[in-house]
């Protein structure tokens, strides 16, 4: 159980659980209580008191979700509710009528238990109220009710514990869908659909979190902006789909080159951004030399062509007074002076 409602506390079904459970308490609270106030007018003394005492008993599971745990007041709705059905089919409540009430228990235990461990508590339910019904009148006396009665209240428990329980799988089977479909949306919000890559509006959030996070321990943080050479002539001579396999195969290529740490990301159409979180921007001319050589001898088998392509790459490391826009400026021009002086180089 405790797993369950971790779970949903760590999801946004949590303030939705909490609703319900509030709910249930509510209505527990005040159905309780409309029933012992009528049973002031009765002679069933005993009665009006469990009830009295069960309405208090949600008043606090009401209360603990407020100020407790959500955990707590599951509990007590649960088991007092089970201890109350006991006593309603022991004593018979009002004219016999007590046994009607454990439907409730059904639907109730599955939502807040979950359903393996609603099931399970249903099933000791239903044995405990079993036992209750035909324990011998000379051992304990109790309200006594026809053979045609148990079974079909048996019967009828029986088929709404197993709706309650087919309702709660639908229910989880819709939930886990809606989690994984956000989960997949979530991914394509923040990946280029073609190199798989981070997009830039998510290497720009990986940027500020490493700014952050190095910034607290004195670290150095480097980024490489690496533009293909003369790309919008392989468009021209292979086509578009020989451009986009290069831009692929050179996405694969980056990520081979760089620590599991490091970020590489589609900046834009050519352009990739690489992080390099705890690197120097000298250890970065190292890693740099060494991707712009692995690209210059890859080729790239489009078809029956034989692609070459080359980059041209930008250093910048972040200084402590700089922003993110500022480091990718000083990027760019950097990127900016390779191509100027022939393209194929790094700069610095
Ligand atoms: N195939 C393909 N081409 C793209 C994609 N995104 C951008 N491009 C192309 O990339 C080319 C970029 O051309 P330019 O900006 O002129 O740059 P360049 O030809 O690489 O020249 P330099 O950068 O100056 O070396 C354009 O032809 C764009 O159409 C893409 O996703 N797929």
Redesign the pocket.
């Known amino acids: 159980m405790l797993e369950r409602i971790k779970k949903y506390r760590t999801s946004n079904g949590e303030l939705e659980q909490a609703r319900v459970i509030s709910l249930f308490s509510l209505v527990g609270m005040s159905i309780t209580f409309l029933m012992g106030f009528i049973g002031l007018f009765g002679d069933n003394t005993t009665l009006t008191v469990v009830l009295f005492v069960a309405s208090f008993v949600y008043l606090l599971a009401f209360l603990f979700i407020k100020r407790f745990d959500i955990t707590v007041s599951a509990n007590i709705i649960i088991y007092s509710l089970y201890l109350l059905m006991f006593y309603l089919v022991f004593s018979g409540g009002v004219s016999q009528t007590g046994p009607l009430w454990i439907f409730i228990v059904a639907p109730v235990s599955v939502y807040v238990l979950g359903l393996r461990h609603g099931v399970i508590s249903l099933f000791i339910f239903l044995c405990t109220i079993c036992i209750i019904m035909f324990l011998p009148q000379q051992w304990v006396a109790h309200a006594q009710y026809t053979n045609e009665f148990k079974v079909r209240l048996f019967i009828s428990f029986l088929t709404l514990s197993f709706l309650s329980a087919l309702y709660e799988y639908s229910r989880m089977l819709a939930f886990k869908n809606a989690i994984e479909i956000s989960k997949q949306y979530q991914q394509l919000a923040m990946r280029d659909p073609?190199t798989k890559l981070a997009n830039r509006r998510n290497a720009a959030a990986i940027l500020e979190q490493e700014k952050a996070r190095l910034q607290r321990n004195n670290e150095p943080l480097s980024v490489l902006l690496c533009?293909?050479?003369?790309?919008?002539?392989v468009?021209?001579k292979y086509g578009?789909?020989?451009?986009?396999r290069?831009?692929t195969e050179l996405s694969a290529l980056f990520t081979e080159q760089v620590r599991k740490q490091d970020c590489v990301a589609r900046w834009?159409?050519?352009e990739f951004l690489i992080i390099l979180p705890q690197t120097s921007s000298e250890q970065a001319r190292i890693i740099t030399e060494k991707i712009r050589n692995s690209v210059a001898q890859h080729t790239v088998n489009f078809l029956d062509h034989n692609i070459h392509i080359t980059i041209?790459i930008g250093i910048s490391q972040l200084s402590e007074d700089q922003s993110i826009d500022e480091l990718i400026n000083t990027a760019d021009k950097c990127l900016y002076q390779a191509?100027t002086l022939g393209?194929n180089r790094v700069y610095p």
Not at 227 to 233: G, I, M, P, R, T
Not at 240 to 244: F, I, S, V
């Open positions: 073609l533009d293909l050479d003369h790309f919008k002539a468009n021209d578009h789909n020989a451009g986009d290069v831009l834009g159409g050519e041209s191509k393209r």
